[in-house]
T-cell receptor
């Protein structure tokens, strides 16, 4: 079965650079969620999109922005990177905005800021 | 507001022994409850979920959990663990909106 695809799997950036993370949801899923998991920490919700519109916002820094495109894939743009941005970034998708019904995570993008 | 507390940050257990991973939640509304497993350098995999109905839910890999509304708990158990169960386990609560709230995780280490 198709899963949530995230790219790249690993990314190394220098401080103050910009990074773009991509998420391709399961086909027909219209809702995308982004989570950030720092080293040894639990996942923290960043932002979500339903039908290409922002549906909810968590602890996402102003330096980050995200959007969902017409094909439902989503991109998380991170600017002025800081060392503290080093983390595993997860994307999840679901059909409709009912999380219990098919809330599936991707394998994540590991971002390292040096 | 909703929150999740995982009472043990680490649980060492010998292979073939039973294990219980504890999770308590707080919420003023009905909740959906989940357990996820995360193997090193991998994503989160759903083990089991409680939405409604029977309070005892069975998941994959031999895990089961019991929802206890009066104690606001959702503890997960496995009668006999294997080395391959070594991983981080997260309990999560889902309101009927867009996001989950995760606990801080319990690192299960199965010893030979």
């Amino acid at each position: 079965a198709a899963g949530v695809i995230q790219s790249p799997r690993h990314l190394i950036k220098e401080k103050r650079e910009t990074a773009t993370l991509k998420c391709y949801p399961i086909p027909r899923h219209d809702t995308v969620y982004w989570y950030q998991q720092g080293p040894g920490q639990d996942p923290q919700f960043l932002i979500s999109f339903y039908e290409k519109m922002q549906s909810d916002k968590g602890s996402i820094p102003d330096r980050f922005s995200a959007q969902q495109f017409s094909d439902y894939h989503s991109e998380l743009n991170m600017s002025s990177l800081e060392l503290g941005d080093s983390a595993l970034y997860f994307c999840a998708s679901s059909l409709d905005y009912r999380p219990p019904y098919g809330y599936t995570f991707g394998s994540g993008t590991r971002l390292t800021v040096v | 507001a909703q929150s999740v507390t995982q009472l043990d940050s680490q649980v060492p257990v010998f292979e073939e022994a039973p294990v219980e991973l504890r999770c308590n939640y707080s919420s003023s509304v009905s909740v959906y409850l989940f357990w996820y497993v995360q193997y090193p350098n991998q994503g989160l995999q759903l083990l089991l979920k409680y939405l409604s109905g029977s309070t005892l839910v069975k998941g994959i890999n031999g895990f089961e959990a019991e929802f206890n509304k009066s104690q606001t708990s959702f503890h997960m158990r496995k009668p006999s663990v294997h080395i391959s169960d070594t991983a981080e386990y997260f309990c999560a609560v889902g309101p009927r909106t867009y996001k989950y709230i995760f606990g801080t995780g319990t690192r299960l280490k199965v010893l030979a």
